[in-house]
């Protein structure tokens, strides 16, 4: 057999594709929890926007 195989291993490209796996699981999550974070920010803003809304429109009628 010569000497001048070129290219990856098994074992090498099974590693990389293992590392990828597990960074990309990680970063999904993150993800998921930096949406459901701004998801609650954002029904928050709707909540009290709703609430204060009517008051705004009487207390600017009245000025």
Do not use: C
């Not at 990389?16 to 990309?24: E, N, Q, V």
């Not at 998921?32 to 029904?43: C, H, L, N, P, R």
Request: proline share 2%; hydrophobic share 45%.
């Amino acid at each position: 057999m010569s000497e001048n195989n070129k290219g990856f291993t098994m074992v090498e490209l099974l590693t990389t594709i293992t590392i990828m796996g597990i960074l990309m699981a990680v970063r999904i999550s993150a993800v998921f929890i930096y949406i459901e974070k701004t998801g609650k920010q954002a029904v928050d803003t709707i909540v009290s926007t709703a609430y204060a809304g009517p008051y705004l429109q009487i207390n600017l009628s009245k000025g």
